[in-house]
Structure formats: structure tokens, C-alpha cells
């Protein structure tokens, strides 16, 4: 793990540790936690699948590996995705291609469907599970990034599409890595 990766962890422990008003408000958030390891767990069990565990909870499974170096931080990244549920349905709730989100019915007429751009490590990334899986792969690479609620829409959840603390999949494929 990198030395940025252990100081955000770091960061974030001491956050939720000063932000519990006691014992029990911990108790429940790490009971949280560990539960939807579990389920990811669970789903990659279910499904068949391989995967890199990292220790924020995210599980990476490759689909497809092109051999290409990873981006390091302050480097832009391009990515394309495709947000699901980790149901028995994999509903997708979100993409960045409009024929998937047409043909899964999340189609948003007024946006525009391109391809999602941003500098890693910065804090940039619009969900923060993203900046550790997308560091884990290397460009052209494709693969399936599941995260537990903290590291993807946590308490608040994403609009009706997502519902609070649900853990979630997302389907990257990282197009272009650039200085």
C-alpha cells in the first residue's frame, strides 16, 4: 500500500473514531463495514470470480489486463464505467455509455454520455473508490471494482437509484492514462 494510501486510511479512521459520540456509534460503523466486506465477498464467491482484495474493503476482479503500467497520482485518467448493484440482477444504476444506460432504462436525456476524466490523487474522482481501483489497473485495462457504501455513496446514497450504505460494482475500463 502506498504511503498516500495509509495516510488517507489513517485520516479516515481518526475521523470516524473523533466523530463517534461512543463506543457503540464505532461499534455499529466498523459492524457496517465488516458486514459489506462480507457481501462483496459473498458476490465474488457466488459469481465465480477471482479478486485482489485491497484493505479499504474494495475488491478488484480483472477482465481484461493489457499488460500496461499503472497511472500514478497526479496523472489524468480516462475512464468509461458502468455502475450496478450487487443484486441478484447486477441492476445497473449508472453508466458514462449512453446505449447501456438506454437499454437498463437510466437514460438521462439532458446529459451528456462521455467518457469520466480525472486527476488521481487529488480528489478529483467523483466517487472515492475509484481513486484506489483505477490505481490498481493499468491503462486499456478492464475490470470489475466493488466497494463497500464508505468508499462509493455512503450515508447518502445516489438519488432513488442507490439506496444509503449499499455497496456497489462498478465496471471500469481505464481508456487513457496521460501527464
Same mark, same amino acid.
Given at each position: 500500500?502506498?504511503?498516500?494510501?495509509?495516510?488517507?486510511?489513517?485520516?479516515?479512521?481518526?475521523?470516524?473514531?473523533?466523530?463517534?459520540?461512543?463506543?457503540?456509534?464505532?461499534?455499529?460503523?466498523?459492524?457496517?463495514?465488516?458486514?459489506?466486506?462480507?457481501?462483496?465477498?459473498?458476490?465474488?464467491?457466488?459469481?465465480?470470480?477471482?479478486?485482489?482484495?485491497?484493505?479499504?474493503?474494495?475488491?478488484?476482479?480483472?477482465?481484461?489486463?493489457?499488460?500496461?503500467?499503472? !497511472?500514478?497520482?497526479?496523472?489524468?485518467?480516462?475512464?468509461?464505467?458502468?455502475?450496478?448493484?450487487?443484486?441478484?440482477?447486477?441492476?445497473?444504476?449508472?453508466?458514462?455509455?449512453?446505449?447501456?444506460?438506454?437499454?437498463?432504462?437510466?437514460?438521462?436525456?439532458?446529459?451528456?454520455?462521455? !467518457?469520466?476524466?480525472?486527476?488521481?490523487?487529488?480528489?478529483?474522482?467523483?466517487?472515492?473508490?475509484?481513486?484506489?481501483?483505477?490505481?490498481?489497473?493499468?491503462?486499456?485495462?478492464?475490470?470489475?471494482?466493488?466497494? !463497500?457504501?464508505?468508499?462509493?455513496?455512503?450515508?447518502?446514497?445516489?438519488?432513488?437509484?442507490?439506496?444509503?450504505?449499499?455497496?456497489?460494482?462498478?465496471?471500469?475500463?481505464?481508456?487513457?492514462?496521460?501527464?
Amino acid at each position: 500500500m502506498t504511503t498516500l494510501f495509509k495516510k488517507i486510511w489513517t485520516i479516515i479512521l481518526l475521523v470516524v473514531i473523533w466523530g463517534c459520540n461512543d463506543n457503540s456509534e464505532l461499534e455499529e460503523v466498523v459492524r457496517r463495514f465488516n458486514e459489506e466486506v462480507a457481501l462483496i465477498d459473498q458476490y465474488i464467491a457466488d459469481n465465480g470470480l477471482t479478486a485482489f482484495a485491497h484493505p479499504s474493503g474494495l475488491r478488484i476482479v480483472y477482465t481484461e489486463e493489457e499488460g500496461e503500467q499503472a !497511472p500514478t497520482n497526479g496523472q489524468t485518467v480516462t475512464i468509461d464505467y458502468i455502475g450496478f448493484l450487487l443484486d441478484a440482477n447486477n441492476t445497473v444504476f449508472d453508466s458514462s455509455l449512453r446505449h447501456i444506460a438506454e437499454a437498463n432504462g437510466v437514460l438521462q436525456e439532458n446529459r451528456q454520455y462521455q !467518457p469520466e476524466e480525472f486527476q488521481l490523487g487529488v480528489g478529483q474522482a467523483p466517487i472515492n473508490g475509484w481513486e484506489i481501483g483505477v490505481s490498481l489497473m493499468g491503462e486499456r485495462d478492464r475490470a470489475l471494482v466493488l466497494l !463497500p457504501s464508505g468508499l462509493a455513496y455512503g450515508s447518502a446514497g445516489f438519488g432513488d437509484l442507490v439506496p444509503p450504505n449499499t455497496v456497489v460494482g462498478f465496471d471500469i475500463q481505464l481508456l487513457e492514462v496521460r501527464d
